[in-house]
């Protein structure tokens, strides 16, 4: 025993000498102490915060460089010596170059506290590290209360692959999103259902997350600084610069039942490039998605009406085909009705490939050459309602003799590549740059047929594809004037957009009606000469065409079309004495095809003492319609009360769409105001409150649905329906006004507790809705409730969670980091068409309860370099409301789902190493 506890002295007491505790004290220049410094180590996880005396200790176990971090001031690293003690003053930042400008000003010493507007910035590495949620979109779901995103944005066919994004309540094609502050592309994807009905939106998740550094929200019209769209606000996702350390991580979570499992893999390094603060920072990250079932109970959704026989979901048993005929089938066949399931909504079978790189090199001593961009290749696979061996008009029993589940594969590849030069000229910051950017869809249906084809149909088809790019040039040029008042900023600019939209038709068995005939009739001139006259077509078997799902584009849809949008603006932000500042931007644009837009903001902030401020803003904006607004049409089938209808859109500049007597499209227009306070009663505690009110005009959507049974609808309108072997048509329209009026809170504090970190963090948003002005085209006056009908309504006023609530505290301590999170979500109304009666269909409106969701996780540090975490998403399965059985006789009750898109508890584990 005593050569043991010898040998175990020998062993311990190098390693007892190797540590050693520094101390010290960190002050601002003005000698004030700062508490809440994080205090670290460099390239390890040792590390800790500043008491409320500005007082540190810390264990060193190994390392070389202590490293000093506080939000609002410039870090500052120190070697270790052989001293233990480390007396620290940290300076204001100040703008350096190359860092990016907090969105909302030009002003480069800007900080989001003392804004005229409000901004919120979110750090993404302690998400990366310790939340359930993966993809950029879902993160600012469960942080930012003004941010609204759920999975596949409850929408269907291609639109499920994306998770679109709102601010304030308002569309998800009214806000601008920025990369490294510069303008970024569209998806290509004209959404139908769910948030973005009959809009394009951002698809955020073509970024990978581990490239990003931080994102800034401004959550304030700023049309009249970024140019269209800017109505709800602006994101601006700030890319990583790290240089010299490899970051690796890989998550995956499980839902309830061993579904829907996912997975997401990410690779960070940097380089540095030369000795004078050059970088390339890539990022890799590769995801997978695998098929999920509905959430909830086990027999949710589970169909129940006739399967073989004939008409098999559009009617119920009957005294002749019984249910014990099917049940008697179903077990000679050797499945169940599980068999016939529809897939988890907002989950697509996936697999995502992402690569971004972030680039800078100073060129001279007051400039340098920058770029970013990426590329991403995914591939989502949407599958909607299982086609019944009965449904005689879109099964063929010969082909599937048990039905099928058809699938849209969308192949989705996103560009982007920027490239700039910045520096100073005679004190003048000049920034010239050029982003360019596309996104392309493909759609390729599987499993599925052509009915109206029989025997001769393919079962894959190539149902075409459609992409948009855009391209802008820009220049930028700002200064700011130390002694002209207390500080003057100006900044102008101008920028040059080029936007094209192109669809390509699919292959002709995707789209065609096989059994369409001509239909001819006979006349006679005046002199007495009878001739044949074409009237028409007919379609001859009534099975549905084109390729089930959703129906190819023709080559009478194909389109190439641009359009060029010049741009100049002004800026200016004064501070009028030490206590107030005053703001102003003017914009005009002039687009090839739409009038010029001149929109103008102000903004003012007032500190009323050293802890706290109120300000206010006004703001014009604008949203040009996009291109594929104007010209994107297609046909797909769409389900009512259980029952399949096929339905064409129609491209704003048809034919058909001039014919019933709707215009063409016209830009949005916006008026925003904004007042509240910023207030920091002691430090590191922040509170900020906000209320908003925003008017849009003449806001696009898409019009109910016409009817091919109405006699009054014109030739053209009619010959659509007949061409296209649809029933149903509906048209992009300026179709209504709203008012947009809520209340934005924020808070966060951080301090020392029980020697560890503690960070809590408080957010808001209490958001009203309503339409204020319907347009009813002139001579469609008895269409005013299908031109808005009150589907339409409920998606732009009642579908958005008119509260929300997120509170989240993260503790961290030694090698431990706990995570607690509790989200609300107000409740939200549906409403439902029952039938189609003319004037006014008749709709069912489905009250949803609020919801709390609950994350948790702990992580451990394995060691300096190795974090494991463990954790759970929606930890109390909370899923929400149930679809009310009324909706559909022929189904099981379902999750609705749409509040925030949760498939219940998801468990999760994610393993991070930084070398």
Same mark, same amino acid.
């Not at 020998?10 to 000498?17: D, G, M, R, V």
């Not at 995103?149 to 601008?176: C, E, F, I, K």
């Not at 849209?408 to 590849?413: C, D, F, H, P």
């Given at each position: 025993?005593?050569h043991?506890?010898l040998?175990?002295?020998?062993?311990?007491?190098p =390693?007892?000498?190797?540590?050693r505790?520094?101390?010290g004290i960190?002050?601002?220049?003005?000698?004030?102490?700062?508490?809440?410094?994080?205090?670290?180590?460099?390239?390890?996880?040792?590390?800790?915060?500043?008491?409320?005396?500005?007082?540190?200790?810390?264990?060193?176990?190994?390392?070389?460089?202590?490293?000093?971090?506080?939000?609002?001031?410039?870090?500052?690293?120190?070697?270790?010596?052989s001293?233990?003690?480390?007396? @620290?003053?940290?300076?204001?930042?100040?703008?350096?170059? !190359?860092?990016v400008q907090?969105?909302?000003?030009?002003?480069?010493?800007?900080?989001?506290?003392?804004?005229?507007?409000? @901004?919120?910035?979110?750090?993404?590495?302690?998400?990366?590290?310790?939340?359930?949620?993966?993809?950029?979109?879902?993160?600012?779901?469960?942080?930012?209360? *003004?941010?609204?995103?759920?999975?596949?944005?409850?929408?269907?066919?291609?639109?499920?692959?994306?998770?679109?994004?709102?601010?304030?309540?308002?569309g998800?094609?009214?806000?601008?999103?920025? %990369?490294?502050?510069?303008?970024?592309?569209?998806?290509?994807?004209? &959404?139908?259902?769910?948030?973005? &009905?009959?809009?394009?939106?951002?698809?955020?998740?073509?970024?990978?997350?581990?490239a990003?550094?931080?994102?800034?929200?401004?959550?304030?019209?700023?049309?009249?600084?970024?140019?269209?769209?800017?109505?709800?606000?602006?994101?601006?996702?700030?890319?990583?610069?790290?240089? +010299?350390?490899?970051?690796?991580?890989?998550?995956?979570s499980?839902?309830?039942?061993?579904?829907?499992?996912?997975?997401?893999?990410?690779?960070?390094?940097?380089?540095?490039?030369?000795?004078?603060?050059?970088?390339?920072?890539?990022t890799?990250?590769?995801?997978?998605?695998?098929?999920?079932?509905?959430?909830?109970?086990? #027999?949710?959704?589970?169909?129940?009406?006739?399967?073989?026989?004939?008409?098999?979901?559009?009617?119920?048993?009957?005294?002749?085909?019984?249910?014990?005929? +099917?049940?008697?089938?179903?077990?000679?066949?050797?499945?169940?009705?599980?068999?016939?399931?529809?897939?988890?909504?907002?989950?697509?079978k996936?697999?995502?490939?992402?690569?971004?790189?972030?680039?800078?090199?100073?060129?001279?001593?007051?400039?340098e050459?920058?770029?970013?961009?990426?590329? *991403?290749?995914?591939?989502?696979?949407?599958?909607?309602?299982?086609?019944?061996?009965?449904?005689t008009?879109?099964?063929?029993?010969?082909?599937?003799?048990?039905?099928?589940?058809?699938?849209?594969?969308?192949?989705?590849t996103?560009?982007?590549?920027?490239?700039?030069?910045?520096?100073?000229?005679?004190?003048?910051? %000049?920034?010239? *740059?050029?982003?360019?950017?596309?996104?392309?869809?493909?759609?390729?249906?599987?499993?599925?047929?052509?009915?109206?084809?029989?025997?001769?149909?393919?079962?894959?088809?190539? /149902?075409?594809?459609?992409?948009?790019?855009?391209?802008?040039?820009?220049?930028?040029?700002?200064?700011?004037?130390?002694?002209? =008042?207390?500080?003057?900023?100006? /900044?102008?600019?101008?920028q $040059?957009?080029?936007?094209?939209?192109?669809?390509?038709?699919?292959?002709?068995?995707?789209?065609?009606?096989?059994?369409?005939?001509?239909?001819?009739?006979?006349?006679?001139?005046?002199?007495?000469? %009878?001739?044949?006259?074409?009237?028409?077509?007919?379609?001859?078997?009534?099975?549905?065409?084109?390729?089930?799902?959703?129906?190819?584009?023709?080559?009478?849809?194909?389109?190439? @079309?641009?359009?060029?949008?010049?741009?100049?603006?002004?800026?200016?932000?004064?501070?009028?004495?030490?206590?107030?500042?005053?703001?102003?931007?003017?914009?005009?644009?002039?687009?090839?095809?739409?009038?010029n837009?001149?929109?103008?903001?102000?903004?003012?902030?007032y500190?009323?003492?050293?802890?706290?401020?109120?300000?206010?803003?006004?703001?014009?904006?604008?949203?040009?319609?996009?291109?594929?607004?104007?010209?994107?049409?297609?046909?797909?089938?769409?389900?009512?009360?259980?029952?399949?209808?096929?339905?064409?859109?129609?491209?704003?500049?048809?034919?058909?769409?001039?014919?019933?007597?709707?215009?063409?499209?016209?830009?949005?227009?916006s008026?925003?105001?904004? /007042?509240?306070?910023?207030?920091?009663?002691?430090?590191?505690?922040?509170?900020?409150?906000?209320?908003?009110?925003?008017?849009?005009?003449?806001?696009?959507?898409?019009?109910?649905?016409?009817?091919?049974?109405?006699?009054?609808l014109?030739?053209?309108?009619?010959?659509?329906?007949?061409q296209?072997?649809?029933?149903?048509?509906?048209?992009?329209?300026?179709?209504?006004?709203?008012?947009?009026? !809520?209340?934005?809170?924020?808070?966060s504090?951080?301090?020392?507790?029980?020697?560890?970190?503690?960070?809590?963090l408080?957010?808001?948003?209490?958001?009203?809705?309503?339409?204020?002005?319907?347009?009813?085209?002139?001579?469609?006056?008895?269409?005013?409730?299908?031109?808005?009908? #009150?589907g339409?309504?409920?998606? %732009?006023?009642?579908?958005?969670?008119?509260q929300?609530?997120?509170?989240?505290?993260?503790?961290?301590?030694?090698?431990?980091?706990?995570?607690?999170?509790?989200?609300?979500?107000?409740?939200?109304?549906?409403?439902?068409?029952?039938n189609?009666?003319?004037?006014?269909?008749?709709?069912?409106y489905?009250?949803?309860?609020?919801?709390?969701?609950?994350?948790?996780?702990?992580?451990?540090?394995?060691?300096?370099?190795?974090?494991?975490?463990?954790?759970v998403?929606?930890?109390?399965?909370?899923?929400? +409301? $149930?679809?009310?059985?009324?909706?559909?006789?022929?189904?099981?009750?379902?999750?609705?789902?749409?509040?925030n898109?949760?498939?219940?508890?998801?468990?999760?584990?994610?393993?991070?190493?930084?070398?």
């Amino acid at each position: 025993m005593k050569h043991l506890l010898l040998f175990i002295l020998l062993i311990s007491t190098p =390693l007892l000498a190797q540590q050693r505790t520094l101390t010290g004290i960190v002050r601002a220049e003005d000698g004030v102490p700062l508490p809440g410094v994080n205090v670290a180590i460099k390239n390890t996880r040792q590390g800790t915060i500043t008491d409320a005396d500005g007082h540190f200790a810390l264990t060193l176990v190994k390392g070389e460089t202590l490293l000093f971090s506080f939000i609002g001031f410039t870090a500052k690293e120190l070697p270790i010596t052989s001293a233990n003690e480390y007396n @620290v003053t940290l300076s204001p930042s100040t703008h350096t170059l !190359g860092e990016v400008q907090v969105v909302g000003s030009r002003n480069a010493n800007r900080t989001k506290i003392d804004s005229p507007v409000p @901004v919120d910035i979110i750090d993404l590495k302690p998400l990366l590290e310790s939340a359930p949620q993966v993809s950029i979109t879902q993160l600012l779901q469960y942080v930012s209360p *003004s941010f609204h995103s759920v999975n596949g944005t409850n929408a269907g066919d291609a639109g499920s692959a994306l998770n679109l994004s709102q601010l304030r309540g308002l569309g998800v094609d009214q806000l601008l999103v920025l %990369v490294n502050g510069k303008r970024r592309h569209k998806s290509a994807n004209i &959404n139908w259902g769910g948030l973005g &009905n009959g809009a394009t939106g951002y698809d955020l998740n073509a970024i990978p997350t581990a490239a990003i550094e931080r994102v800034e929200i401004l959550r304030d019209g700023a049309a009249a600084q970024y140019g269209s769209d800017a109505i709800a606000g602006v994101i601006n996702i700030v890319l990583n610069k790290s240089v +010299d350390q490899l970051t690796l991580s890989s998550t995956a979570s499980s839902r309830r039942r061993g579904d829907g499992v996912t997975t997401r893999t990410n690779a960070n390094y940097g380089f540095a490039l030369g000795k004078t603060g050059g970088y390339l920072n890539t990022t890799a990250e590769f995801a997978t998605q695998a098929i999920s079932i509905l959430p909830g109970r086990d #027999d949710a959704g589970l169909y129940l009406g006739p399967i073989y026989g004939g008409g098999a979901n559009t009617r119920n048993y009957d005294a002749i085909y019984t249910k014990e005929i +099917d049940e008697a089938i179903l077990t000679s066949r050797g499945i169940d009705r599980h068999h016939f399931d529809r897939r988890g909504g907002g989950s697509n079978k996936a697999k995502d490939a992402l690569l971004f790189f972030n680039a800078a090199v100073p060129i001279r001593q007051n400039a340098e050459l920058y770029a970013f961009g990426g590329i *991403s290749h995914r591939n989502s696979q949407f599958t909607a309602v299982y086609r019944l061996p009965g449904w005689t008009e879109r099964n063929n029993s010969f082909l599937y003799p048990d039905g099928f589940l058809p699938a849209m594969e969308n192949i989705i590849t996103d560009k982007s590549f920027a490239v700039g030069v910045k520096g100073k000229i005679r004190d003048w910051d %000049v920034d010239i *740059s050029n982003v360019y950017g596309k996104n392309d869809f493909g759609n390729v249906i599987t499993n599925s047929l052509n009915a109206s084809l029989g025997l001769k149909t393919p079962t894959t088809f190539d /149902a075409g594809s459609y992409n948009a790019s855009q391209n802008t040039g820009s220049i930028d040029i700002s200064r700011y004037f130390p002694k002209a =008042l207390k500080g003057i900023n100006v /900044a102008f600019g101008a920028q $040059y957009r080029v936007e094209t939209y192109q669809i390509i038709a699919g292959e002709e068995a995707s789209y065609s009606k096989a059994d369409l005939r001509a239909i001819y009739g006979l006349d006679t001139t005046a002199t007495g000469i %009878v001739y044949q006259t074409k009237e028409g077509s007919i379609g001859l078997n009534g099975l549905s065409p084109g390729s089930q799902i959703h129906a190819g584009f023709r080559p009478e849809n194909e389109v190439s @079309v641009n359009r060029s949008i010049l741009a100049g603006y002004a800026d200016i932000e004064a501070n009028i004495t030490n206590k107030w500042l005053l703001s102003g931007a003017v914009r005009l644009e002039s687009f090839s095809q739409l009038q010029n837009v001149t929109t103008y903001k102000v903004a003012t902030r007032y500190s009323i003492t050293d802890w706290l401020g109120i300000r206010a803003s006004h703001n014009t904006g604008f949203r040009a319609p996009d291109l594929a607004q104007y010209y994107y049409t297609e046909t797909s089938t769409s389900f009512q009360q259980g029952r399949a209808i096929d339905q064409v859109t129609a491209s704003n500049q048809s034919a058909a769409t001039r014919a019933l007597g709707i215009p063409t499209l016209t830009p949005e227009k916006s008026k925003g105001y904004t /007042a509240g306070f910023t207030s920091q009663p002691f430090r590191n505690f922040e509170l900020t409150a906000d209320a908003y009110l925003v008017d849009v005009n003449n806001r696009v959507g898409n019009t109910g649905n016409f009817s091919a049974t109405d006699v009054n609808l014109p030739a053209e309108v009619r010959t659509l329906f007949v061409q296209t072997g649809t029933t149903q048509a509906k048209f992009f329209y300026n179709s209504f006004s709203t008012r947009t009026k !809520g209340l934005e809170i924020t808070g966060s504090y951080r301090t020392p507790f029980r020697n560890g970190t503690l960070s809590l963090l408080l957010g808001a948003n209490f958001v009203q809705n309503e339409v204020t002005k319907v347009n009813t085209p002139k001579g469609l006056e008895a269409y005013r409730y299908i031109i808005f009908n #009150d589907g339409e309504k409920a998606r %732009v006023t009642s579908q958005i969670p008119g509260q929300k609530i997120t509170l989240q505290g993260i503790f961290k301590k030694n090698r431990l980091t706990y995570l607690a999170r509790a989200v609300y979500f107000g409740s939200v109304t549906n409403a439902s068409a029952l039938n189609a009666t003319f004037p006014k269909p008749d709709y069912f409106y489905q009250k949803l309860k609020p919801i709390w969701v609950a994350d948790v996780s702990v992580s451990y540090a394995l060691s300096k370099s190795i974090q494991a975490t463990l954790g759970v998403n929606n930890l109390f399965n909370e899923l929400g +409301d $149930y679809s009310d059985p009324k909706l559909s006789a022929l189904n099981n009750p379902s999750v609705i789902g749409i509040q925030n898109g949760s498939a219940g508890i998801q468990p999760f584990v994610r393993v991070t190493a930084k070398l």
